[in-house]
């Protein structure tokens, strides 16, 4: 394996599959990521057209031993913060609100790990996630 390679050094798995996030202080808690085998996971939050310019999206990410007993993540071991994951109200990138993806790496010692996406506004905005593990104990990766 080259320094440029890598497919073989990542596994992605969907952390919150294409859903609209639209009722005022729901969210999306998403699936449970077991690390098993990896030294570290970069989450990939994206974001739809935002259509309210009330709209606030809160990032959480959540650790745990066992999948029953999550709990918020250090700041520590998390590689930017939730904060810039998310998006605030009214805020524009390049003049819009829409492909906009974010992200934030998880760096703790967990075996499993969780990213939820809550909105402030009923407007419905279309968001996904995916997990990507990556640093495994052993290489090459297998795909999927």
Do not use: C, W
Request: glycine fraction near 12%.
């Amino acid at each position: 394996m080259s320094n440029k390679d890598l497919h073989n050094v990542v596994r992605a798995i969907v952390a919150i599959e294409p859903v609209a996030v639209g009722t005022t202080g729901t969210g999306q808690a998403g699936n449970i990521i077991d690390r098993k085998g990896y030294n570290g996971v970069e989450f990939i939050a994206s974001y739809g057209a935002i259509t309210s310019t009330a709209a606030t999206f809160t990032v959480t990410v959540k650790e745990g031993d066992a999948t029953g007993s999550m709990t918020s993540v250090a700041d520590a071991d998390l590689l930017g913060t939730e904060s810039d994951a998310g998006i605030a109200a009214a805020t524009r990138v390049d003049g819009s609100t829409e492909k906009v993806t974010k992200r934030i790496g998880y760096t703790g010692n967990k075996r499993y790990v969780q990213l939820g996406i809550v909105n402030t506004a009923t407007a419905g905005t279309p968001v996904s996630a995916e997990a990507i593990l990556h640093t495994p104990e052993i290489a090459p990766t297998s795909n999927p």
